[in-house]
């Protein structure tokens, strides 16, 4: 590996809760969420180079788009040219987290590119400034630049501290190997506001108001969701952002483990990790 080589974990992204509000004149739709991140995730390698370039590899890497309107690519145009700088770097990507899955994989992609060519092209902005940056480039992207638990208002952009530790937490995603649009999820939302989140309920008393209409797309997610309850080990199950991917909390490896194990003849595509 080349002396001057960049590797920058991109963590995928979960919703330990998704509360949706209403929807927004710009298009957008008001909502609250409880951001967390784990140690599963793809990884970017960057290194100098004359041009700016994009590889890509790893189990998901087929189903992602590697032209030109990639996050990726996206991200780093961006950041050189708020930066002044020319936009050469030779970029190669790791693809592990599942496609259209509810796990912000472009989201954690374009973060990462963020964060790795602050620092490849010298520019030290504090993660703050690269959030701001980032808001063009989709709602999630701003909370997978800091890649730490966070409380999203307004269309997810609008951040702040959770004042619970999650970290360490054993978590099992799952994913009956669909995919489903964020878009038709959340046009297939009832537009009923149930509330917005707060931090002196636990998190069993909140919920991810797009599970309703993810179901209706993906009807196996209902399926999943009641294989992770079924043994009742895990402390909270739940659909992970538009689906289709649900994740289950765990007190200890130890039952994570075993749940991931009951599930393994299913052909869902399973990932055993921890909260970050």
Not at 250 to 273: E, H, I, K, S, V
């Amino acid at each position: 590996m080349p002396a001057t080589m960049i590797i920058e974990p991109a963590p995928a992204k979960i919703n330990l809760a998704l509360h949706l509000r209403r929807r927004r004149a710009d298009g957008y739709h008001d909502l609250e969420s409880i951001f967390a991140f784990t140690a599963f995730g793809d990884m970017l390698h960057g290194e100098a180079a004359d041009t700016l370039t994009l590889s890509l590899a790893g189990p998901t890497a087929a189903a992602a788009d590697v032209g030109d309107d990639n996050l990726v690519l996206r991200a780093a145009r961006m950041l050189a040219a708020a930066g002044g700088v020319q936009p050469g770097a030779r970029l190669h990507l790791d693809k592990q987290i599942p496609v259209a899955a509810g796990l912000g994989g472009g989201s954690a992609d374009a973060a990462a590119a963020l964060r790795l060519l602050n620092r490849l092209w010298a520019l030290d902005w504090p993660l703050e400034r690269l959030a701001v940056l980032a808001e063009p480039l989709g709602a999630d992207v701003p909370v997978c630049v800091f890649s730490q638990t966070r409380l999203g208002q307004g269309k997810g952009e609008a951040l702040s501290p959770w004042p619970h530790h999650h970290g360490g937490t054993p978590v099992l995603l799952v994913n009956p190997r669909v995919s489903v649009p964020t878009g038709p999820v959340f046009a297939g939302w009832d537009r009923q506001d149930r509330g917005g989140i707060a931090a002196d309920l636990p998190l069993q008393a909140l919920r991810n108001d797009m599970t309703a209409a993810a179901v209706a797309i993906q009807p196996v997610i209902a399926d999943v969701l009641a294989a992770l309850a079924a043994d009742g080990a895990a402390s909270l199950v739940r659909m992970s952002g538009s689906g289709a991917t649900c994740l289950a909390l765990y007190p200890n490896a130890g039952a994570r483990d075993r749940a991931a194990a009951a599930l393994a003849g299913q052909g869902w595509w399973l990932w055993p990790t921890h909260i970050l």
